[in-house]
């Protein structure tokens, strides 16, 4: 090769190599990718500018800092210069190599990596000395807009940039209002406390519910994706999973049959299957800013899962449950304090601000991205952590420790408690204006989740059928006063045709799904679509008696990791080793010399100033173990004001990290002293075991200023 170090670069040469080599490595991956998902775009309400926004972003807005870069180094010294272009040039150049070589080599990503900056250091090189290739790139200029146009001009893309007007059907003479609360991520067996009963010590609102409505004990999904599922609810049609989740994809929904007749109070958080012209949907009022950062934020993680090795992308946070809101972002607790309870829970006010009084029938609809994770809430509505992460929990896959998997369901059920306080809210709402028993009130969820301890929590698989599938479904009549159980094989598209009959409104169009109040027809199997980020998957059908031996194991291990709910419900705080320890002074054990080892305490200091009444509470205690070596597992009691709150072990896939959810009436007003202690495995004759202090060394993750701070929520009871 000819050397050409005395032959200076031009500038905009360049600045075009480098947008060129951009768009190879970090636009076009994204425009495939979007471009064949836009649901990316529908579910955040995305304007029909948004996608356009982006693709410039992309291609024109990506290489700019590099260019910025480049052109310092060159106001420093023109060697620099090219030096920083060619350092740049061999990065790029990796990241478009990267990809392919995780799919084809499978060599682990270290080497995976090391190929890829090794083949970029020879392209940086080549590119340096050699001008046809860096003819190559100015004749691949014209990429930069290319690439942005087979992106917009895909087929879903229109959809998105082009939307249709949707009309609704003929006024119905129909005057019951009608109630449609759809939960997200809640598996029937969370509610169970046996085949045939809801816990009503646990969840109290669910089980009263099921006291009044008929309940449809054998219902399941039609995916293990919200998307796709949670139109099936409002149209009564077996999801396609080409469709996305606008009104104009779904012109015959629960929206448009009474759109015309009824008053609307819509909340969806995922779908936009209500036309604009019927429903206030707030996310649409979303100023620019603020639909530009979440649209960066989650193309952000997007890319990072295209373009780190599989084993390393399992890190980052989650990509395949609802297609916006990846990130678990440092400002949740800055966020949560500004709107005062959270996105998700601003939202369930808003639609609860909604039920009024009125003389004309309303559609009430909710679908609430509750139970769903981050898991912040107690039952009682205060959050105990600022950012929601579960140890154990990489993206969907589920840590192989039990404990981890059972600690994972404890958040989660905890969270289903909040759940029941909400629908304690709707209802003693409804009642207020009068609308409770002259109503079709509808509870049900999108799909479940999983806890098994190695499994996907998410993703359907021959090991999670029964969490993924069944669903709770409970519809009370107008008028209904006696609870029913119908164990008839029912499926999610069943719920639109069995609301319009008992609203007195007639279906003009057919439906895959049956009313529930006529004769179903016997089902010994029912359709669910799956859905995965990387390839959309036919339908298939799941057994009713897959069902019901799902759901007996799920039943089984619920029992074995929490026991029977007792009168107060409050037995989800008491698990782990020795839980019968829980609530016991430490006077009452003997206590040795101090453990060999220290722990810090993921909190301020070990004395904390904690208001029980206010918004956060910390109940969740966590920390890590701290010497040359840490046994494998050792039994750990966290003691809070000299009685034991809970019981854990280290974790098997990080021993030296521990974590426990403790019951919040365990803290007094005030400043409450936390310590932690060992499980001596060596017994004497005594009844317990001795306990070893652990000597507590600084906090290393201070929460916030103000964590403790009262709450100003109103604190009436609701029923």
Known sequence: MQSEESEGRPFLEGALHLAVLSAFAVAQPLFELLGSRPEFFAVRASQPADPWILAAMLCLLV????????????????????????????????????????????????????????????????????????????????????????????????????????????????????????????????????????????????????????????????????????????????????????????????????????????????????????????????????????????????????LLPAAWA????????????????????????????????????????????????????????LPHLPFVYLPSGQVYSSRGKSPGLVGDTMASDERAATQIQQRHLLQVGYVDRLLGEVRGRLEDVGLWDRSVVAVTADHG?????????????????????????????????????????????????????????????????????????????????????????????????????????????????????GDTGRELFRIGPHRDWIGRKIADFPVAEPAPFKYQLRLPSGALEVDPDGQLIPAHLHGELVAAEIPASVDLAVVVNDRIAAVTTNWSFQPTHWSVIVDPQVFEAGVNRIDLMAVSSNRSQALLPTLQPIQAVHAIAPLPVGFFEKSTRDSEEHP
């Open 314 to 369: 399992e890190h980052l946070p989650s990509v395949s449950q609802n297609w916006m809101l990846f990130e678990d972002r440092g400002d949740w607790f800055a966020d949560w304090k500004r709107r005062g309870r959270g996105d998700r829970v601003q939202h369930f006010d808003d639609f609860l601000d909604g039920i009024v009084p009125s003389r004309e029938p309303v559609l009430h609809v909710l679908h609430l991205l």
């Open 449 to 565: 989740a999983s806890f098994t301890a190695g499994g996907n929590r998410r993703q359907l698989t021959d090991g999670n059928v029964a969490e993924i599938v069944s669903v709770p479904l409970l519809i009370k009549a107008p008028g209904q006063k006696q609870g029913r159980l119908d164990s008839r094989p029912a499926s999610l598209i069943d719920v639109l045709p069995t609301i319009a009959e008992l609203a007195g409104v007639e279906l003009p169009w057919a439906t895959d799904g049956v009313s529930l109040i006529d004769q179903v027809p016997s089902r010994e199997r029912l359709p669910v679509v799956r859905y995965r980020l990387s390839q959309k998957l036919g339908p298939f059908e799941v057994s009713v008696a897959d069902l019901e031996i799902g759901e007996q194991a799920a039943l089984a291990t619920l029992d074995d990791r929490f026991g029977t709910a």
């Open 63 to 306: 290489p700019l800092p590099m260019i910025l870069v480049e052109t310092i180094a060159g106001a420093v010294h023109e060697r620099l210069q090219r030096i920083v272009h060619s350092v740049l040039c061999m990065l790029l150049i990796a990241a478009v190599l990267l990809p392919p070589l995780e799919r084809t080599l499978g060599a682990g990503p270290w080497r995976e990596l090391t190929f890829a900056l090794l083949a970029g250091l020879a392209g940086g090189l080549i590119l340096d000395r050699w001008r046809p290739a860096r003819q190559l790139l100015t004749y691949l200029v014209p990429v930069l807009v290319v690439f942005p146009a087979i992106f917009l001009l895909r087929p879903g893309m229109g959809k998105i940039l082009w939307p249709q007007k949707v009309d609704t059907m003929p006024a119905t003479s129909a005057t019951t209002s009608v109630v449609l609360l759809v939960f997200d991520e809640l598996p029937l067996t969370s509610l169970l406390a046996g085949p045939q009963a809801i816990d009503a010590a646990r969840y109290p609102n669910f089980a009263r519910l099921a006291d009044e409505a008929t309940w449809y004990r054998r219902t399941a999904t039609v995916s293990d994706f919200t998307v796709l599922a949670v139109p099936a609810i409002f149209t009564g049609q077996l999801p396609d999973p080409d469709q996305l989740p606008l009104a104009p994809e779904h012109p015959r929904s629960l929206f448009t049959l009474l759109g015309d007749s009824y008053a609307m109070n819509v909340a969806e958080s995922m779908t936009q299957v209500c036309p604009t012209r019927l429903c206030d949907d707030r996310r649409r009022e979303a100023g620019f800013r603020a639909r530009l950062a979440s649209l960066l934020a989650d193309t952000r993680v997007l890319y990072l899962h295209v």
